[in-house]
């Protein structure tokens, strides 16, 4: 999906055939850094400039929340 390791981060989550409704991202300290609604499988993602540490994905389909861990250094 992405990886999951990166410095100047920048990704795109490919959702496939699965509907997506939003991702949210949160930073080590549990703020919100970014929020987007989805409107087509591709969903650019850009963590640039953020601080270093463990990140939280959150990917929301409506049915079911999804949340994977991505590391910035």
């Given at each position: 999906?992405?990886?999951?390791?990166?410095?100047?981060?920048?990704?795109?989550?490919l959702?496939?055939?699965?509907?997506?409704?939003?991702?949210?991202?949160?930073?080590?300290?549990?703020q919100?850094?970014?929020?987007?609604?989805?409107?087509?499988n591709?969903i650019?993602?850009?963590?640039?400039?953020?601080?270093?540490?463990?990140?939280?994905?959150?990917?929301?389909?409506?049915?079911?929340?999804i949340?994977?861990?991505?590391?910035?250094?």
């Amino acid at each position: 999906m992405f990886n999951q390791n990166c410095r100047w981060c920048e990704f795109t989550i490919l959702t496939g055939t699965q509907k997506v409704v939003s991702v949210e991202v949160y930073n080590p300290i549990g703020q919100l850094v970014f929020s987007q609604p989805v409107y087509n499988n591709n969903i650019p993602v850009s963590l640039n400039n953020r601080e270093s540490g463990l990140y939280l994905i959150k990917i929301s389909t409506g049915e079911e929340v999804i949340v994977k861990k991505i590391i910035v250094e």
